[in-house]
C-alpha cells in the first residue's frame, strides 16, 4: 500500500520538475523549491503517520485513498503551481495537510500519551495552513512569502515535540529507511526521464547524442551508488532529534535536488548540439548535482555505526562535502562549456564517492557478515 501511495507522487515531482525544465530563472527555481517542499512535507507527514499508527484494518486502506486523493490534486495543480494555477496548488496542500492532521487528531483520541504531541500539532500547524489560505487573496512574491513562511512553521512545530515524543515508543529503524529509500528512487526517475525527454527533443540520434545520453544516464546512476552504498543500507542513530535530522531536514536537500537535476539533465541534452551550454543551464545542473552529493554526506553523518563498519566517520561524509562543493562551483562558476567537458568532470567527481566506497569495501571482508541492507 505504501509504495502505491509513493507512486502518486511520481506525478506531482514530475509535473514540478517539467516546469523547472521550461524556466530555467532564478525565479523559476524559487518557484520549483517551493512547490516541491509543500510535495515532500505532505510525504513525509503521511510516512510518519503511518510509522506511527500503522493498522491492518479496512480504515487504512481508506485512510490511503483519501490521501491518493489529496496528493492526486496536489499533482494537478503542480505544473505552474505558483503561477496561474497558485490558488488550486494552495488548496490541495492545505487539503492534503489537513486531512493527515485529522488522522493524527484521530491516533491522539485513541492513544492518551499521544494527546501532549497532538495539542502541539494543532497549535502549530493551523496557523501555517491559515497563511496559505490566506495567500490565495494575495498578490506574488507576498503570496510566495506567505508560502515560505507557513512551511517554516510547519517543519519547527515537530521539532518543539521532540521532547515529548521521548517518552513515546520509539520509530522501527529498518523500515523507515525503507521508506526513505523508496522516495528516492522515484526522484531518481526523474532523471532518466529528463535525460530520454531531452534526447526525444532531436530528430535524429547519431553518434554525439548517443555518447551526451550517455553521460547523462550515468548521472542519476552515479546518484544511486552512492546513496544505497553509503546510506540506505544503514539505520541512523535512534534519539529523536538525530532521527528528525536524519529523516526530514537533511532528506529534504537530498531529493529536490535529485528532482531539479532531471530538469537540468533535460536541457543539457536537449541542447548537446550547440557550441556551449547557457550558463543558467549549467548552474541548475550543478548546483542541484551539488546539494544531492552533499547532503548524503549531512545524512551519513546521522547513521549508526556497527563494529565493522567500513566507512570512515569523518574522511566518508567530508569527501561527500568536498565533491558536492566542487560540483556546484563548477555549475556557478565555470564559462559556457561544451556538454561533454561540463558532464565528464561531474561524473569524476562523483565516482571518486564510488571509488572510495568500494575500496573500503573490499579491503575489509570481514564486515560482509555484519552488515544488513535495507529492503
Known amino acids: 500500500m505504501e509504495l502505491f501511495y509513493d507512486l502518486v507522487f511520481v506525478v506531482a515531482v514530475a509535473q514540478i520538475s517539467h516546469h523547472l525544465a521550461e524556466h530555467v530563472t532564478w525565479q523559476g527555481a524559487g518557484?520549483?523549491?517551493?512547490?516541491?517542499v509543500a510535495v515532500w512535507w505532505v510525504w513525509i507527514t503521511g510516512?510518519?503517520?503511518?510509522?506511527?499508527?500503522?493498522?491492518?484494518?479496512?480504515?487504512?486502506?481508506m485512510f490511503a485513498f483519501l490521501q491518493i486523493v489529496g496528493v492526486a490534486a496536489l499533482a494537478f495543480f503542480a505544473h505552474d503551481g505558483?503561477?496561474?494555477?497558485?490558488?488550486?496548488?494552495?488548496?490541495?496542500?492545505?487539503?492534503?495537510?489537513?486531512?493527515?492532521?485529522?488522522?493524527w487528531f484521530r491516533g491522539a483520541v485513541h492513544n492518551p500519551p499521544f494527546r501532549p504531541v497532538m495539542r502541539g500539532y494543532l497549535l502549530g500547524f493551523l496557523p501555517s495552513h491559515a497563511l496559505w489560505i490566506a495567500s490565495i487573496w494575495v498578490d506574488a512574491p507576498w503570496k510566495h512569502l506567505l508560502?515560505?513562511?507557513?512551511?517554516?512553521?510547519?517543519?519547527?512545530?515537530?521539532?518543539l515535540t521532540l521532547n515529548i515524543?521521548?517518552?513515546?515508543?520509539?520509530?522501527?529503524?529498518?523500515?523507515?529507511?525503507?521508506?526513505?529509500?523508496?522516495?528516492?528512487?522515484?526522484?531518481?526517475?526523474e532523471g532518466i526521464v529528463g535525460s530520454i525527454n531531452g534526447l526525444a527533443v532531436h530528430e535524429h540520434l547519431d553518434g554525439h547524442l548517443a555518447v551526451v545520453s550517455l553521460l547523462a544516464i550515468a548521472v542519476p546512476f552515479c546518484l544511486w551508488?552512492?546513496?544505497?552504498?553509503?546510506?540506505a543500507r544503514r539505520v541512523p542513530r535512534p534519539d529523536r532529534f538525530n532521527v528528525y535530522f536524519w529523516?526530514?531536514?537533511?532528506?529534504?536537500?537530498?531529493?529536490?535536488?535529485?528532482?531539479?537535476?532531471?530538469?537540468?539533465?533535460?536541457?543539457?541534452?536537449?541542447?548537446s548540439s550547440i557550441a556551449a551550454l547557457p550558463t543558467e543551464v549549467q548552474a541548475l545542473l550543478g548546483t542541484a548535482l551539488g546539494c544531492s552529493v552533499a547532503s548524503i554526506g549531512l545524512i551519513e553523518t546521522r547513521l549508526?555505526?556497527?563494529?565493522?563498519?567500513?566507512?570512515?566517520?569523518?574522511?566518508?561524509?567530508?569527501?561527500?562535502?568536498?565533491?558536492?562543493?566542487?560540483?556546484?562551483?563548477?555549475?556557478?562558476?565555470?564559462?559556457?562549456?561544451?556538454?561533454?567537458?561540463?558532464?565528464?568532470?561531474?561524473?569524476?567527481?562523483?565516482?571518486?564517492?564510488?571509488?572510495?566506497?568500494?575500496?573500503?569495501?573490499?579491503r575489509n571482508p570481514e564486515h560482509h557478515s555484519e552488515t544488513q541492507y535495507v529492503g
Open 47 to 61: 510516512t510518519v503517520y503511518n510509522e506511527r499508527f500503522e493498522s491492518r484494518g479496512l480504515e487504512a486502506r
Open 82 to 103: 505558483a503561477g496561474h494555477n497558485a490558488t488550486g496548488f494552495a488548496l490541495s496542500y492545505v487539503g492534503a495537510s489537513l486531512l493527515i492532521l485529522c488522522f
Open 31 to 36: 518557484e520549483f523549491v517551493l512547490l516541491f
Open 165 to 189: 515524543q521521548a517518552r513515546l515508543p520509539r520509530w522501527s529503524t529498518s523500515k523507515m529507511p525503507e521508506r526513505f529509500g523508496l522516495f528516492v528512487i522515484i526522484v531518481l526517475g
Open 247 to 271: 529523516g526530514t531536514i537533511f532528506h529534504m536537500p537530498l531529493v529536490l535536488g535529485i528532482a531539479a537535476s532531471g530538469a537540468g539533465l533535460l536541457n543539457v541534452v536537449a541542447r
Open 304 to 362: 549508526a555505526r556497527t563494529p565493522h563498519e567500513p566507512t570512515h566517520p569523518v574522511t566518508s561524509p567530508l569527501l561527500k562535502l568536498g565533491t558536492g562543493g566542487a560540483i556546484a562551483a563548477l555549475g556557478l562558476l565555470a564559462p559556457p562549456m561544451h556538454t561533454y567537458w561540463f558532464l565528464l568532470p561531474i561524473l569524476g567527481l562523483m565516482a571518486i564517492n564510488m571509488v572510495y566506497g568500494t575500496w573500503v569495501w573490499f
Open 225 to 231: 551508488w552512492i546513496y544505497f552504498d553509503f546510506v
Open 147 to 159: 508560502w515560505a513562511v507557513g512551511l517554516f512553521g510547519t517543519f519547527l512545530t515537530p521539532l
